[in-house]
């Protein structure tokens, strides 16, 4: 690779950066720091092949290179239409990226610095290569070189910061607890569907749920101030709606299956008895 064809390339990587820092920062205005990382990383890598591939490659009909003039003004087209592309891309990437863990931020920060550090490696090649050339002027271009090297190794620490960031912020905003309506989305309370509620029990009072074997005094109360005062209520839930008080039942998650609450219920609720709810009529528990 002559001088020439090194400098197209670290021109054609620098445009494609600043494209991407475009895309990045219209992405974080828009959709958030994950989605506009991930899409200002995309953008420099594609670009960056594109702009290498389009202006520093031998044109076949006359074995002329193109000119930096040309090169220019086709970046110039070529950045309209990558804003526009990406403008359109944003709301896609960011619905994709919110349902992304901290481990693809973590292979964001990844990407975002190994792109990053092969255009030093690049301008590094440049430098070398114009000071073996000799010369006042060769040493001038080393020097320029090495500064924009170090711009741009300055510029991957940055990225990677910015994706460590955007992990951490992926980590603290992931909803924690289990997936109860198995959908294979981690909702926290958002879980399957809320049954219907009661503002207060039926004339006729409400049930014993300490019958329920898992339903405890403080539970008990914690399901009267939900709306669930009968045993029929219970009987009727669905597995989305199990799933949803599954997820709301503070400090006692997961109780309603663990203990079948909604099996107990139906016998119940039916006018029969379990052998817990026996034990809670002659006063034996609680």
Not at 16 to 43: D, E, N, R, W, Y
Not at 187 to 205: F, I, V, Y
């Amino acid at each position: 690779m002559d001088n020439v064809s090194q400098g197209c390339t670290m021109k054609c990587w620098i445009a494609a950066a600043i494209l991407g820092l475009v895309v990045f920062l219209f992405g974080l205005a828009g959709k958030g720091v994950l989605a506009a990382v991930i899409l200002g990383v995309i953008t420099t890598a594609l670009l960056g092949f594109l702009f290498t591939w389009m202006f520093c490659t031998v044109v076949p009909r006359t074995g002329a290179r193109k000119t930096d003039g040309d090169a220019v003004e086709s970046a110039a087209h070529a950045a309209g239409a990558a804003t526009g592309a990406a403008a359109a891309a944003t709301v896609g990437a960011a619905q994709s990226a919110a349902a992304k863990t901290a481990e693809v931020a973590e292979a964001a920060k990844d990407k975002a610095a190994s792109a990053v550090d092969s255009a030093a490696e690049t301008v590094k090649e440049a430098a070398s290569d114009a000071a073996d050339a000799g010369g006042d002027a060769a040493e001038d271009a080393k020097d320029a070189a090495e500064d924009v090297a170090e711009a741009a190794e300055d510029t991957a620490s940055e990225a990677a910061d910015a994706a460590s960031d955007a992990a951490g912020a992926a980590k603290a905003a992931a909803p924690v607890g289990e997936d109860y309506d198995a959908d294979g989305v981690v909702e926290g309370n958002d879980e399957g569907s809320k049954p219907e509620t009661l503002s207060a029990a039926r004339d006729s009072g409400a049930d014993n749920l300490k019958e329920i074997k898992g339903v405890g005094p403080k539970l008990e109360q914690m399901l009267n101030e939900m709306g669930f005062f009968h045993f029929d209520q219970i009987a009727n839930w669905t597995a989305d709606e199990v799933a949803w008080v599954n997820a709301n039942l503070k400090r006692f998650k997961g109780r309603v299956s663990r203990d079948n609450w909604v099996e107990q219920a139906k016998i119940l609720a039916s006018g029969g008895d379990t052998e817990f709810s026996k034990r809670v009529e002659d006063g034996d528990v609680y």
